[in-house]
């Protein structure tokens, strides 16, 4: 299992994966939103919270498809699953190194990111909190959605299209408790229904990962 | 009736022949009460006393939302059923009832728009309501979209029915949180059993005609393009056997 | 015959035209599929009988 985990990290270090892509993403994302509203602060300050945290999803969306589908291409897929290991493992061990090298990332810089975005002081700890508590869902869920679209020619899109509206909740409830940060706000409410969403898909999901991945690996 | 009766039409031949006897007999109950309630609605009910004319919209509005919903959970149901029982009318049903339901919460959104720009103002308010319903309109076309791209059919009644019941919980945690987000301008449940003084006695009874033909075109709809899809199953499977043969 | 919609009339005529429209659209697509399925299955299966 551990032997899996280094596995994938090790890919995703080596030949450009994921690794840095998804902190550039976010870079670019960071520098263009004020292109497009403007470069008032005041303005960037509001805002700063949900873009940071828009610009997590997109980062995260983006390299999904590589979850699984080198694995699956190569033929790497079909001999993990003939392997001793319960597929619910290899789903979560996978949904695992794609937070290491996507999520964690994310967190770690995301004051950075909100300096440029001019995010006031207050809100720093709330972001930071509420990416480390949302990112593992959206890796989970991500996970979920890269298992069902792992057959397809042109999963990319499709891919997109089904794991979006499933990250609802999770945007929702992470934004509000930076944007509540930001504002001084009480943030326990969605500080506990996030990290009760995070748990549950972490819990749950893997299950219907795995059975989705084994369908098509049948 | 006995319950086990019910998994005889799991049959697909036994399924086609008792939808096409029914079948007719519904599309007609459904085109009446649809005629009748929006005709009865339109023409000889009397305005609000706040609203005007436009209460007249929610003999479209309210049964396309209900149904709109409804969809989603007979789909729920029948993707369960499949998982469970494997009876491939079941996942068929499923698949023919996603755009119907698409389509009803896509009127219940324009209609709501629509209803909303004299009543409040603006066409679209992020109001908790209409926020969930374009939500559950992504969730259908991602549904459409899962069964469309994939070519094993029983592959893809899988993997579309695990979805739908992944999709059920992500649809109704994202209810509350939208709720949460925002407080909304939409008025609470404007039928439910108890308390009808919500809407009057007037507006009521053209109400419950429309809903019953919207409830009837849905049952309609789904078994004439659930048969659709067995036929074209069926089709498919004799090409196949035709080329190997 | 027709009601006095008053101000409103644009609003609810409007709902009522996308509403009956998406409905026809929706029916007339239903249909025209299932005739065009039954009648192909028809070709193929007496196709399938004539050769075997």
Same mark, same amino acid.
């Given at each position: 299992?551990?032997?899996?985990?280094?596995?994938?990290?090790?890919?995703?270090?080596?030949?450009?994966?994921?690794?840095?892509l998804?902190?550039?993403?976010?870079?670019?994302?960071?520098?263009?939103?004020?292109?497009?509203?403007?470069?008032?602060?005041?303005?960037?300050?509001?805002?700063?919270?949900?873009?940071?945290?828009?610009?997590?999803?997109?980062?995260?969306?983006?390299?999904?498809?590589?979850?699984?589908?080198?694995?699956?291409?190569?033929?790497?897929?079909d001999l993990?699953?003939?392997?001793?290991?319960?597929?619910?493992?290899?789903?979560?061990?996978?949904?695992?190194?794609h937070?290491?090298?996507?999520?964690l990332?994310l967190?770690?810089?995301?004051?950075?990111?909100?300096?440029?975005?001019?995010?006031?002081?207050?809100?720093?700890?709330?972001?930071?909190?509420?990416?480390?508590?949302?990112?593992?869902?959206?890796?989970?869920?991500?996970?979920?959605?890269?298992?069902?679209?792992?057959?397809?020619?042109?999963?990319?899109?499709?891919?997109?299209l089904?794991?979006?509206?499933?990250?609802?909740?999770?945007?929702?409830?992470?934004?509000?408790?930076?944007?509540?940060?930001?504002?001084?706000?009480?943030i326990?409410?969605?500080?506990?229904?996030?990290?009760?969403?995070?748990?549950?898909?972490?819990?749950?999901?893997?299950?219907?990962s795995?059975?989705?991945?084994?369908?098509?690996?049948? | 009736?006995?319950?086990?009766?019910?998994w005889?039409?799991?049959?697909?031949?036994?399924?086609?022949?008792?939808?096409?006897?029914?079948?007719?007999?519904?599309?007609?109950?459904?085109?009446?009460?649809?005629?009748?309630?929006?005709?009865?609605?339109?023409?000889?009910?009397?305005?609000d006393?706040?609203?005007?004319?436009?209460?007249?919209?929610?003999?479209?509005?309210?049964?396309?939302?209900?149904?709109?919903?409804?969809?989603?959970?007979?789909m729920?149901?029948?993707?369960?059923?499949?998982?469970?029982?494997r009876?491939?009318?079941?996942?068929?049903?499923?698949?023919?009832?996603?755009?119907?339901?698409?389509?009803?919460?896509?009127?219940?959104?324009?209609?709501?728009?629509?209803?909303?720009?004299?009543?409040?103002?603006?066409?679209?308010?992020?109001?908790?309501?209409?926020?969930?319903?374009?939500?559950?309109?992504?969730?259908?076309?991602?549904?459409i979209?899962?069964?469309?791209?994939?070519?094993d059919?029983?592959?893809?009644?899988?993997?579309?029915s695990?979805?739908?019941?992944?999709?059920?919980?992500?649809?109704?945690?994202?209810?509350?949180?939208?709720?949460?987000?925002?407080?909304?301008?939409?008025?609470?449940?404007?039928?439910?059993?108890?308390?009808?003084?919500?809407?009057?006695?007037?507006?009521?009874?053209?109400?419950?005609?429309?809903?019953?033909?919207?409830?009837?075109?849905?049952?309609?709809?789904?078994?004439?393009?659930?048969?659709?899809?067995?036929?074209?199953?069926?089709?498919?499977?004799?090409?196949?056997?035709e080329?190997?043969? | 015959?027709?009601?006095?919609?008053?101000?409103?009339?644009?609003? %609810? $005529?409007?709902?009522?035209? +996308?509403?009956?429209?998406?409905? !026809? %659209? $929706?029916?007339?697509?239903? +249909?025209?599929r299932?005739?065009? !399925?039954?009648?192909?299955?028809?070709?193929?299966?007496?196709?399938?009988?004539?050769?075997?």
């Amino acid at each position: 299992m551990i032997a899996l985990l280094i596995r994938d990290l090790r890919l995703a270090m080596r030949a450009g994966g994921g690794f840095g892509l998804g902190l550039a993403f976010f870079l670019i994302v960071v520098t263009l939103v004020p292109f497009g509203v403007g470069p008032q602060s005041d303005l960037l300050a509001r805002i700063a919270a949900g873009i940071l945290w828009l610009g997590a999803l997109l980062a995260c969306l983006l390299s999904l498809d590589r979850i699984l589908a080198l694995d699956w291409e190569d033929g790497s897929l079909d001999l993990l699953a003939t392997a001793p290991l319960p597929m619910e493992a290899i789903v979560s061990i996978k949904a695992l190194a794609h937070w290491l090298t996507t999520g964690l990332p994310l967190v770690l810089f995301a004051p950075v990111f909100g300096l440029l975005m001019n995010l006031p002081e207050a809100g720093y700890k709330p972001l930071v909190l509420s990416l480390l508590l949302g990112t593992p869902a959206l890796s989970v869920i991500g996970t979920f959605g890269a298992a069902l679209t792992v057959g397809l020619k042109r999963g990319g899109l499709l891919l997109s299209l089904l794991v979006l509206p499933l990250y609802v909740p999770t945007l929702i409830f992470g934004a509000e408790m930076a944007r509540r940060g930001v504002e001084g706000l009480d943030i326990t409410t969605p500080m506990l229904m996030l990290a009760g969403i995070t748990c549950g898909t972490i819990a749950l999901l893997p299950f219907a990962s795995a059975a989705v991945l084994r369908v098509n690996l049948r | 009736m006995n319950l086990n009766a019910l998994w005889a039409y799991a049959n697909p031949k036994k399924f086609i022949q008792a939808t096409d006897r029914v079948l007719p007999w519904i599309s007609i109950l459904a085109v009446l009460s649809l005629v009748v309630g929006l005709v009865w609605g339109f023409f000889f009910t009397p305005e609000d006393y706040r609203q005007g004319s436009t209460v007249k919209i929610i003999y479209l509005h309210v049964p396309s939302a209900l149904m709109a919903i409804n969809a989603w959970l007979m789909m729920l149901v029948t993707s369960l059923v499949w998982i469970v029982r494997r009876h491939h009318v079941s996942a068929l049903a499923a698949r023919a009832a996603a755009p119907v339901g698409a389509v009803m919460t896509l009127i219940a959104l324009a209609t709501g728009a629509i209803w909303g720009q004299p009543m409040w103002g603006t066409w679209w308010a992020w109001d908790p309501r209409l926020t969930s319903f374009l939500i559950l309109f992504l969730f259908y076309l991602g549904y459409i979209a899962l069964w469309e791209a994939i070519e094993d059919d029983d592959t893809a009644a899988d993997l579309t029915s695990i979805l739908c019941l992944v999709g059920s919980v992500f649809a109704l945690l994202s209810r509350y949180a939208v709720n949460f987000w925002n407080q909304g301008l939409h008025q609470g449940a404007s039928l439910s059993l108890d308390k009808e003084e919500n809407v009057a006695d007037v507006f009521y009874y053209p109400l419950l005609v429309c809903i019953a033909g919207f409830v009837l075109l849905f049952i309609a709809l789904v078994f004439l393009r659930t048969q659709t899809e067995i036929r074209a199953r069926r089709m498919r499977a004799l090409l196949a056997r035709e080329r190997m043969g | 015959m027709m009601p006095d919609l008053g101000k409103y009339a644009e609003a %609810v $005529l409007s709902s009522y035209a +996308v509403s009956i429209v998406l409905l !026809v %659209v $929706l029916v007339w697509l239903s +249909v025209w599929r299932a005739t065009r !399925v039954r009648k192909q299955l028809e070709d193929i299966e007496s196709k399938v009988k004539r050769d075997g």
